[in-house]
């Protein structure tokens, strides 16, 4: 008889073994795959904003009917097929962790809203918005871990979360090729508990999906190159302060708006926005399109280019391309159009990191470009931290590291002053209260159909 009670126990044990090991392997296969998908995002990105720069060189003035036909395309495409795509997706993904139908979760995730946010970011790309792909990335990434989630049946919520928190952190490392930066982002972000932050499965499947990309990349990729550059402690660290307090207060103040805008315009072209938003989009690509060709199309796609011109010192920075890089995001923004913000914030922080540079000869230009970026992109997304270390590893330099965190929480305080709310935290709460919104419209108008099929007797 015991030795039968050892058996069974035995078998017991094997048998859970074996089912912790296929669900591992599953979630590792998941973290493959959204390594694999934003490589291939990635490729399809650079390939569109390469062709819209071929575009805009062969003639300048084609832009002013490519940019608002295409950017009208993309929201009527976003309207009538992939209805939740809009915007950056960082938001979205952090609602879900707050969200407890797990029904809308599958909506919001649903892979189908993954595609139409990789096809539609690719497209604004080829048409020239000042977009990114590494906030759609979150999304997606979440959207494919929400899917092996459901196939292993996963019906525990504190274990849904937490696979949607590793999505969306192992699309920050794959699309970044930066892993240590997906782990961080999922902390200082995304991450809403203990539990979730100390998560084995987020840091295995955010490690995976980084080294992935690196994998297909063909390397240890760095978008910056190695940029080997000092800000030794003393005099050079007034570029620390200058970078700190201006990205604090552009970033701040680019965040405040957005947070607005995401409240609805007001007046007159609030009403267009509303009641057409095709018209509106396409009016914001005629805006586009000019401050195109009067940047002599510097303004368009991610910025990423002109990033790497300041950082290796080919080319100085002006204030005209920051100020018409920062219209050119924010008309990108208002129009509606799936796109992230993080390459573009990246791009005018080195921006305004090559002006401060001007005033500083002592000190190496290089390095105040990397303190520019630091320091805007931590006034905008309020998460030092991330900032710290994205513009860390894409330039493969830690010798600046003490003086990008700095920078980088400088700008938060200051930032802070101009806009006391996270831009993503802000634009998640939008998103949800638009969400409850729709679901209370769904739920009235099923009582009215029953209401309205209901006999005399029935009727209340």
């Not at 060189?57 to 009538?80: C, D, E, F, Q, V």
């Not at 707050?98 to 809308?104: K, M, N, P, Q, T």
């Not at 539990?195 to 390397?219: E, K, N, P, W, Y």
């Not at 791009?347 to 500083?360: D, N, Q």
Request: charged share 10%; hydrophobic share 45%.
């Amino acid at each position: 008889m015991k030795r039968r009670n050892r058996i069974t126990r035995f078998r017991r044990s094997a048998r859970t073994h074996t089912t912790h090991w296929q669900r591992s392997l599953i979630f590792w296969a998941g973290a493959i795959t959204v390594g694999i998908i934003a490589w291939l995002f990635a490729r399809a990105a650079d390939y569109a904003s390469h062709l819209c720069l071929n575009l805009n060189h062969w003639n300048p003035y084609i832009m002013l009917a490519i940019i608002p036909s295409g950017l009208a395309l993309s929201m009527w495409l976003t309207k009538r097929f992939f209805p939740g795509a809009q915007g950056s997706g960082i938001p979205q993904t952090i609602a879900t962790l707050h969200i407890e139908d797990f029904s809308l979760i599958n909506r919001i995730l649903a892979l189908r809203i993954a595609f139409g946010k990789i096809c539609l970011t690719t497209l604004g790309l080829l048409c020239g918005a000042s977009i990114g792909r590494e906030g759609p990335t979150v999304q997606v990434g979440a959207a494919i871990m929400h899917a092996y989630s459901r196939f292993l049946g996963h019906a525990n919520v504190s274990t849904r979360r937490g696979v949607i928190l590793a999505g969306g952190a192992a699309g920050v490392a794959a699309a970044f090729n930066t892993p240590l930066a997906g782990i961080v982002f999922a902390i200082e972000e995304l991450s809403s508990s203990f539990h979730q932050r100390t998560s084995g499965f987020m840091l295995t499947g955010v490690v995976i999906a980084g080294v992935t990309a690196i994998v297909l990349t063909g390397g240890n990729y760095t978008y910056f190159g190695h940029a080997s550059v000092d800000v030794p402690v003393g005099t050079a660290w007034i570029a620390v302060l200058a970078c700190g307090i201006l990205g604090g207060l552009g970033g701040g103040a680019f965040s405040a708006f957005l947070i607005r805008v995401g409240k609805g315009l007001p007046g007159k072209i609030g009403r267009i926005q509303r009641s057409r938003p095709v018209l509106f989009t396409a009016l914001c690509g005629v805006l586009l399109a000019i401050l195109g060709i009067a940047s002599h199309g510097e303004t368009f796609g991610t910025g990423y280019i002109q990033a790497h011109h300041l950082v290796d010192g080919s080319r100085h920075g002006h204030m005209s391309y920051f100020l018409m890089k920062y219209a050119a995001t924010i008309i990108s923004y208002c129009s509606g159009i799936p796109g992230g913000l993080f390459a573009p914030s990246l791009s005018i922080g080195a921006s305004v990191g090559g002006w401060v540079a001007r005033f500083l000869p002592h000190t190496a230009p290089g390095a105040v470009v990397l303190l520019g970026m630091v320091g805007y992109f931590s006034g905008v997304v309020q998460s030092p931290l991330t900032a710290t270390v994205i513009v860390m590893e894409m330039c493969d330099n830690q010798q600046i590291t003490l003086a990008l965190l700095a920078t980088a929480f400088l700008a938060l305080g200051v930032s802070r002053m101009v806009c006391s709310h996270s831009l993503y935290g802000q634009l998640a709460d939008q998103f949800l209260a638009r969400q409850e919104g729709y679901l209370q419209k769904q739920h009235d108008q099923t009582r009215q159909a029953s209401s309205d099929h209901s006999t005399p007797e029935e009727a209340p």
